[in-house]
């Protein structure tokens, strides 16, 4: 009987899936099992994740023949998944040795839903731990009680399916839409947390992100981008209105970020990003969005603002605006005197066990 099954969607990743399949090596067992899905890649990865097949047993390689994005890929491994529990893990990306044993004990002792986890951000020989935004850790809650409150990073601004385990008896809260190639992970973690009944945090750092991969699609300024916008239609969709204000600010500061960084676009795409973007700020209330944009850095809300002048006057001379972390970054505080500093250990550890 299978216990894990790990789903590796990878396209075109030749240079790193040998690290990526090398540490799960170091996390082999007998109830594992690992699906890698070689997305339509035109280089060797398939090839090199088949000659892992002696080193890592219980290891699956599926191909399609075209491309079909990450969402697709990634059902189709859950569509071959066999274990009692299901975790992801980007084809770039690698994990300390002994951290999928962990992560079932953690589920397993908790007996919820699902559990999210740390995870260790690499960029160069740098490592950072960031940290699930949620200081209740080791302890069964509601999911939704995870969603607030709006004005602080909670579980729905941390959207890594890579970053936590799964009990396959979800279903279709696992699946990812389809007709998303970026984002997808937006409306897939809001409707993991309005829909499952139990889930945890618990600090386990054993997830290796890799950051700046060129040619991954943060990095990649191609339509697909606009898919950003189908992301959160299909957050808004159905919405409770009690969420609302949490994804009116969730989206307002990602659109912020995005129109901060659209020199990577061409001039056509960032006229359409601009013009889908302005679109769908008019048709949320207008004093959420100013609520939204009152938390955010100068610079996002001026990009806001510049989209939409109309909706969002300046600010009074003299009057600050709150300043934000770019998506996904954690502040990790100095632990205080006499306090074991737990973040920092972790990050020790994680510059020890890069591959």
């Known amino acids: 009987m ?4 790990v ?3 990878v396209r075109d990743g030749e240079r790193f899936i040998a690290d990526a399949l090398t540490s ?3 996390n082999a067992r007998h109830d594992f099992e690992f699906i890698v899905v070689d997305d339509g890649s035109v280089d060797a990865t398939g090839a090199i994740a088949e000659d892992f097949a002696p080193d890592l047993p219980g290891l699956a390689v599926l191909r399609n023949p075209a491309p079909l994005g990450l969402a ?3 059902n189709a491994g859950l569509s071959a998944a066999s274990g009692r529990y299901v975790t992801f893990m980007d084809g770039d990306d690698w994990l300390a040795p002994g951290y999928l044993a962990r992560l079932v004990e953690a589920i397993d002792g908790l007996g919820c839903d699902f559990v999210r986890a740390d995870h260790v951000q690499a960029e160069g020989r740098k490592r950072v731990v960031h940290r699930a935004p949620s200081a209740r850790r080791g302890t069964v809650h509601d999911p939704r009680e995870a969603i607030l409150p709006a004005g602080v ?3 729905v601004d941390y959207p890594y399916a890579w970053a936590g ?3 396959r008896s979800l279903g279709d809260l696992l699946r990812f839409p389809g007709s998303l190639h970026t984002a997808e992970d937006r409306p897939w973690i809001w409707r993991l947390h309005r829909e499952a009944a139990t889930f945890a945090v618990v600090s386990l750092a054993g997830v290796f992100y890799r950051r700046l991969v060129a040619g991954s699609l943060t990095q990649v300024g191609d339509e697909r981008q606009l898919h950003f916008f189908d992301a959160f239609g299909l957050v808004f969709k159905d919405l409770e209105p009690e969420f609302l204000p949490k994804a009116v600010r969730n989206f307002c500061a990602l659109l912020g970020h995005h129109l901060e960084i659209a020199g990577r676009f061409t001039p056509e795409l960032r006229a359409r990003f601009a013009g889908r973007g302005a679109a769908m700020v008019r048709d949320l209330p207008v004093e959420l969005v100013r609520e939204a944009a009152a938390q955010m850095s100068a610079e996002r ?3 806001l603002r ?5 909706l969002l006057p300046e600010p009074p001379p003299g009057r600050e605006l709150l300043p934000e972390p770019p998506p996904g970054r954690d502040f990790v505080p100095e632990p205080p005197a006499g306090r074991a500093p737990g973040p920092h250990v972790r990050l020790r550890r994680a510059q020890e066990e890069s591959p």
């Open 2 to 5: 299978i216990t894990l099954s």
């Open 165 to 167: 385990i799964y009990r």
């Open 301 to 303: 809300a001026a990009a």
């Open 153 to 155: 990073r909670t579980m």
């Open 24 to 26: 799960l090596c170091r």
């Open 72 to 74: 697709d890929a990634r």
């Open 7 to 9: 789903v590796v969607p």
């Open 306 to 310: 510049a989209l939409v002048p109309d």
